[in-house]
């Protein structure tokens, strides 16, 4: 079924009874060309890009609790290209170009909204680093202006221009960010994956991976043995869990990531604006609720609830930047587990075992990548090469030295 206005108006009119289920609720078969464990935005964007771009639709995704149950569904929805260092600047750059056509490819309303992101400058030497971030996202094609500090002043009165801590000296705006609906950017994949042939198995944990000889043979799951020639392990905050299957230790820790959201409230903040030295973000989502987050709780853990001295971190930060903040009631908070490497960049690439491929080491801009690493996957599972613009997404960089320190805060996992 094609999804579109006239089809919202005619089913309204006609009591909404023919609307089918957006994607079929299969039993696993025994085998599949390709399998990909974790049914989350990078899972089925991998298996969505597969079928799309490559042909091949005997896939199965292995979800162990329902789609979009995972960090697809638990981020603060920020989507933007503003990365400076290269291979994560191209990269980020693609995905968003995949953003912009998003609605129409998936044909789903992703309420991918182009609002954009200011983040702000609160020294000289803040202005200078933006200024040559900017740059950078210019000579790869993306947009960036800076502002001064009147500009910031113009379009975010309700910022305190007064405090000492933290004076504000202007920002950096990237028009083309903002944000997007994020649980149906998973139910838009599954839903173009599903309709292409490719079975979504919920309820359906991956135990273990069978290898023989070197060689991936397929995966032990709670509902039987599936044999396949090809896995993806896209497992989020798991992926040290699950690489551990196939006896591989990664250079990845796993943290929780806490989000809140305020009651609805009536429009006031019409963009993403960040704060880094507070290391705080909000928006304002379409219902009204105030969204923000901050830093990652500090410990490793698998626990998706955070601790109460990160609540109140957060909160201070709000409070510094926007005492106004003060007066709307916090609705709700939660947590996400997501992975961290060693330098805070990703891992696309094949494993040492043949027909074994990892996508993981995603945190804080994993949800913004869903498009471009489900297409830089696909492209590697089914060619067996690198894309070009994930060539330094690669695992063994730990070990050679070539790695992406974005934030430039050195080897440890939970500063990134
Ligand atoms: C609070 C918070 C705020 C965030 N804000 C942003 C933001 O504003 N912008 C941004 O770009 N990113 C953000 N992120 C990061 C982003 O959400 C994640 O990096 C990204 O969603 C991870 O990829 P995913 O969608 O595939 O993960 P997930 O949705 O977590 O998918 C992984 C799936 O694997 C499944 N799984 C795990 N183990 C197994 C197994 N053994 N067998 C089968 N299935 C398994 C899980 O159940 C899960 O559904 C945020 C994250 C959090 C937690």
């Not at 603060?76 to 291979?87: D, E, F, K, L, Q």
């Not at 200024?131 to 947009?143: H, K, L, P, S, V």
């Not at 504000?168 to 903002?178: A, D, E, Q, S, T």
């Not at 392990?233 to 990664?250: C, E, F, H, Y």
């Amino acid at each position: 079924m094609r999804y579109s206005g006239l089809k919202v108006i005619t089913e309204g009119l006609f009591g909404n009874k023919g609307w089918g289920p957006a994607w079929r609720n299969p039993a696993p078969k025994a085998e599949y060309d390709a399998i990909i464990i974790g049914g989350g935005g990078h899972g089925l964007s991998t298996a969505y890009y597969l079928a799309k771009n490559h042909g091949l639709t005997n896939i199965a995704v292995l979800e162990k609790g329902y789609l979009g149950s995972g960090n697809i569904g638990r981020n603060t929805t920020i989507v933007r290209a503003n990365y400076y260092m290269p291979g994560n600047s191209e990269f980020y750059s693609h995905s968003l170009k995949l953003w912009e056509g998003l609605e129409a490819e998936l044909n789903y309303n992703v309420m991918h909204s182009q609002r954009g992101q200011l983040i702000l400058a609160h020294s000289d030497g803040q202005r200078d680093t933006l200024a040559r971030r900017g740059n950078a996202m210019i000579n790869q094609g993306d947009d960036a202006e800076l502002w001064t500090l009147d500009q910031v002043k113009d379009f975010a009165p309700y910022l305190d221009f007064a405090q000492t801590r933290f004076p504000i000296y202007g920002g950096l705006m990237h028009k083309r960010g903002g944000t997007a609906r994020h649980d149906a950017v998973a139910w838009g994949y599954a839903r173009g994956a599903d309709r292409r042939g490719v079975d979504l198995i919920q309820n359906c944990e991956v135990t273990g991976i069978d290898i023989e000889n070197g060689v991936v043979k397929g995966v032990q799951t709670t509902r039987g043995a599936i044999r396949a020639k090809k896995v993806g392990m896209l497992v989020a905050g798991r992926s040290s869990q699950v690489a551990a299957m196939a006896g591989m230790r990664l250079p990845i820790e796993s943290h929780v990531l806490q989000a809140f959201v305020t009651e609805g409230l009536k429009p006031i903040i019409d963009s993403v604006i960040s704060f880094g030295m507070g290391h705080f973000y909000i928006s304002q989502s379409d219902k009204g609720g105030l969204v923000f987050g901050g830093d990652l709780d500090f410990y490793a853990s698998y626990a998706a609830r955070g601790n109460l001295p990160m609540v109140e971190h957060v909160m201070e930060a709000a409070m510094t930047l926007m005492p106004m903040i003060g007066r709307a009631k916090v609705l709700r908070s939660w947590g996400g587990i997501m992975d961290m490497s060693v330098d805070g960049s990703p891992i696309i690439d094949k494993t040492h075992i043949e027909g074994l491929f990892v996508d993981a080491g995603w945190n804080y801009g994993g949800f913004k990548a869903a498009p471009a690493s489900g297409w830089c996957m696909a492209h590697l599972m089914a060619t067996g090469e690198p894309h070009e613009v994930a060539r330094r997404f690669r695992l063994d960089r730990f070990r050679t030295g070539h790695v992406m320190d974005e934030e430039a805060t050195g080897s440890q996992h939970n500063l990134h």
